[in-house]
C-alpha cells in the first residue's frame, strides 16, 4: 500500500533554512504528483505547492514563492521541501501528500513533519 | 488565492445529520468539479472522505456524502457518531494548476 514517511522535527532559528524529506513507497514514484501542505498551531491547512514528480517541475501556491523550494531525488522515490530564510510565522506541521488516483484530490498523506521556528 | 469559506463550528447529537458549506468563487469551486473534503482527528493527519465533488473512496462510509451547486459546495455527515466529532476541511481547484482550502470547520458531537 501507498506509504509516505517524512522527517524528523525540527528546530530552527529565524533565518536559518530547514529541508523536509517525503520518502514514497507502495507505488511507482513518477506515475503521481507530490503536493505540500501546512498547518501552523491551532490553524487551518494551507496549500503550498505541487511538483511533477516526472517532470520535475513545481507549482508553488501565490503566498509561497521565493523562499520554498520543491525538490525529487526519483532514485531514492524522495521529494523534499525546503523552506529558506525562515520566519516565526512558519512554524507549523508539513506535510507531503500524494494525489489520489485521478483529479486534484489530496488521497495519501504523510505524517506531518513538525518545524518550529524560535531564537 | 483567497481561502473557500467554511461555517467555524457545527454541532449535532448522535444520529442526527449536519450539513458543512464551503463557499468559494467563480474561478473555484464553481468552475470545476475537483471538490474535496477531509477529515482531520487531533493529532493525525488529514483524511480524505470524498474526491471530485461527491465521490467516495474505498473504505470511506455511505454516511459522508457531499455535493454542489454553483460556487457552494456541501457536505452531509448522516447518522452522526461520537467518532465523527473532527475537522472538517473542503478543497477546490482552483485553475492554473493550483488548489485552495477552506478555513476549516469544527464539528461537535453533542
Known amino acids: 500500500q501507498v506509504h509516505l514517511v517524512q522527517s524528523g522535527s525540527e528546530l530552527k532559528k529565524p533565518g536559518a533554512s530547514v529541508t523536509v524529506s517525503c520518502k514514497a513507497s507502495g507505488y511507482t514514484f513518477t506515475d503521481y504528483p507530490i503536493n505540500w501542505v501546512r498547518q501552523a498551531p491551532g490553524k487551518g491547512l494551507e496549500w503550498l505547492g505541487w511538483?511533477?514528480?516526472?517532470?520535475?517541475?513545481?507549482t508553488y501556491a501565490q503566498a509561497f514563492t521565493g523562499r520554498f523550494v520543491f525538490s525529487l531525488d526519483t532514485s531514492l522515490s524522495t521529494a523534499f521541501l525546503n523552506v529558506s530564510g525562515l520566519e516565526p510565522g512558519d512554524t507549523a506541521l508539513y506535510f507531503c501528500v500524494r494525489r489520489y488516483t485521478t483529479g486534484w484530490s489530496l488521497g495519501y498523506w504523510g505524517q506531518g513533519t513538525f518545524v518550529t521556528v524560535s531564537s | 488565492q483567497s481561502a473557500l469559506t467554511q461555517p467555524r463550528s457545527v454541532s449535532g447529537s448522535p444520529g442526527q445529520s449536519i450539513t458543512i458549506s464551503c463557499t468559494g468563487s467563480?474561478?473555484?469551486?464553481?468552475?470545476?468539479?475537483?471538490v474535496s473534503w477531509y477529515q482531520e482527528h487531533p493529532g493525525k493527519a488529514p483524511r480524505l472522505l470524498i474526491h471530485?465533488?461527491?465521490k467516495r473512496p474505498s473504505g470511506v462510509s455511505d454516511r459522508f456524502s457531499a455535493s454542489k451547486s454553483g460556487n457552494t459546495a456541501s457536505l452531509t455527515i448522516s447518522g452522526l457518531q461520537a467518532d465523527d466529532e473532527a475537522d472538517y476541511y473542503c478543497c477546490s481547484y482552483a485553475g492554473g494548476y493550483t488548489l485552495v482550502f477552506g478555513g476549516g470547520t469544527k464539528l461537535t458531537v453533542l
Open positions: 467563480s474561478s473555484d469551486v464553481g468552475a470545476y468539479n475537483f
Open positions: 471530485a465533488v461527491n
Open positions: 511538483i511533477n514528480t516526472e517532470t520535475e517541475t513545481p
